[in-house]
Structure formats: C-alpha cells, structure tokens
C-alpha cells in the first residue's frame, strides 16, 4: 500500500470519529484510512476477505468485510499501537464489546441489537480461528474471543404455527381471491422451501418420478438444490396458473405483472396478508417452513430425513 495521502469521509481537517463511539455518525472507515495508519493490519484482513470470497456468497463476504472495518477502526481508535492483528490480545475484545454494546441502533435513542453485536463478534471470531487455522504469519497465538463473549440471544417461541393456528390459516389462504398469491403461499406452506428460492422456481421445475409429482428446488441458502414431492393441491393450483398465464417469457415459474422474478419482500408481504384475512396475527414465511418441519416429525418422519 503506497504511502501517498488518502482521503476520509467526509473530507475535514479533524480526525474521523470513532465509529463505535455513541457520538457517531455512521461513518465507516475504508481500507485506504485503515491501511495509512497499520499496514499489516490491513493486509491480513483483507487477504483473509480474498480467500473468503473464493467459498463463500458476496453478502457473507460483505458483512466480513464491514465487522472487520468496525474491528480495525477501533483498535486504531483506542490503541493507535496496536499495527498488525497478532497485536490483538484479550483487552482489546473486551474494549471493542463494550463499543459495540454502546453503538447506536437503528432507531433512534437505542443501542445495537443483541443480535448486532453477536453478528460483528462472530464474524470476528471466525476470521481469527480461520487466520489460525491457515497458519497465516500475522496471527495471534490464540483465538481472543470465547463463547462466554457473546450475549445470549432472545428467542421467543415458538417459531412455528401451532395446529389450529395453522389450520386457521390454510382455511383463509385455500379461500383467497388472488390465484398467484394462493400458489406462491401454498408451495411456501407445502414444500417447506424458502422466500428467496421461492422467485427462483423454473417453470420446468415440475417433473414426474416413479409415477409422482416433483419439484426441482433451486439452488438456495445451502449451495444446493433438492426435489421434493408435491401435494395434490399444488399440482392442480399449478395447472391452473399456468393455464392463466400462457407461456412464461422469463422460464420461470411464477413472476410479476412486468415478468420480473419476485422478491423476497413481496412474498412477506403476500404472507402477511393472508394472516391478516385469517386473524392468526403476524406470520412470516420462515414460519411456515418451521410448521411443515414440525408437523413431520410428529407424524414420525426423521430429523435427517427432513433435512
């Protein structure tokens, strides 16, 4: 990294603040700032965010690429010393939790999220076992983050759609107006797939297999795609859609009036408005997969097998 002068944002003579600071304005260092005043510190990170970007999807390397930014921003911030990441020892962490737990939330006179701060700490975390782990030359002696660091997340259950519940809202979603929305919602409820794989669906994605219906699941969160058996209903609800629509321009299955994909907000969306019509409060499509799940296993189908 050349020596030559960088620039900050916002451009002012006084230093930037400290991005963890309560006082802050949001501003985040760039690798530039980072790399003017510890070299090596910056090498490492972002020779780790190279690898990184080799096995992993463009928003994991994102958010490590951010967590790292906070993280070296405010080791300069508070140890101006402290050059290269095997500086990094055990009171710098509980400094940077401390400015974590005090950064400011998204909304106004709140502090980060529980799950904010156990985001940045992970990501952390992670880079230093990998850094470790690949034996690189500026790597601390040990993993300076423990698990005791990391603040215990609310988890309030439950997470899937109790019996009635879910009866409840298969009854209204059964009884909707809008073709489209009843079959993305069903295929959402029945086969357990995700938001985001859902605007993904080819319109080949039917096929039969030893007498039955399938449906080929795209690629998703797992690198993977899978097949998975369909029910009656969604075989019939997908006839008929295709039989309103005609041929699909885009070789998808389903998409908007402009024949562009669906997003991930819409399906929420279309989710909640089918809660709504049945009174069950608030539903999001993850809570539909949890059902799906729940329900197998009560009825004795294998953790593995729902997997």
Request: hydrophobic share 45%.
């Given at each position: 990294m050349s020596g030559a002068s960088i620039s900050r944002l916002p451009t002012r003579s006084a230093p930037s603040p400290d991005p963890l600071s309560p006082r802050s304005t949001g501003v985040t260092w760039r690798w530039e700032e980072i790399a003017a005043r510890a070299d090596r510190l910056a090498s490492t990170m972002k020779n780790y965010l190279?690898?990184?970007?080799?096995?992993?999807?463009?928003?994991?390397?994102?958010?490590?690429?951010?967590?790292?930014?906070?993280?070296?921003?405010?080791?300069?911030?508070?140890d101006p010393d402290c050059r290269c990441v095997a500086d990094v020892s055990r009171h710098h962490i509980e400094s940077f939790k401390l400015a974590l737990a005090a950064r400011p939330g998204k909304s106004p006179g709140q502090r980060a999220s529980v799950a904010t701060i156990c985001h940045k700490l992970g990501m952390v975390r992670t880079f230093f076992e990998r850094i470790i782990e690949w034996e690189y030359d500026d790597a601390p002696r040990r993993v300076p983050i423990f698990a005791g660091d990391f603040p215990k997340r609310d988890e309030p259950l439950p997470r899937f759609l109790?019996?009635?519940?879910?009866?409840?809202?298969?009854s209204a979603l059964a009884e909707d107006p809008n073709r489209r929305?009843?079959?993305?919602?069903?295929?959402?409820?029945?086969?357990?797939?995700?938001?985001?794989?859902?605007?993904?669906?080819?319109?080949?994605?039917?096929?039969?297999?030893?007498?039955?219906?399938?449906?080929?699941?795209?690629?998703?969160?797992?690198?993977?795609?899978?097949?998975?058996?369909?029910?009656?209903?969604?075989?019939?609800?997908?006839?008929?859609?295709?039989?309103?629509?005609?041929?699909?321009p885009s070789g998808l299955l389903v998409v908007r009036n402009d024949g562009q994909p669906f997003d991930r907000?819409?399906?929420?969306?279309?989710?909640?408005?089918?809660?709504?019509?049945?009174g069950t409060g608030h539903v999001h499509p993850h809570q539909l997969r949890h059902t799906l799940a729940t329900q197998l296993i009560n009825r004795g189908m294998s953790l593995e097998a729902i997997a």
């Open positions: 190279a690898q990184l970007a080799i096995s992993s999807r463009p928003g994991t390397v994102e958010a490590a690429d951010l967590a790292l930014r906070v993280f070296a921003a405010h080791l300069l911030e508070t109790d019996d009635p519940t879910a009866a409840k809202f298969m929305r009843r079959l993305m919602v069903e295929l959402l409820a029945r086969t357990g797939m995700r938001a985001g794989e859902l605007g993904g669906l080819r319109d080949d994605a039917v096929f039969r297999m030893s007498g039955a219906h399938w449906l080929r699941i795209p690629v998703g969160k797992l690198h993977n795609d899978r097949n998975v058996p369909l029910h009656p209903v969604l075989i019939d609800l997908i006839a008929d859609y295709r039989a309103q629509r005609g041929p699909s907000r819409t399906v929420h969306r279309y989710v909640a408005a089918v809660a709504r019509r049945a």
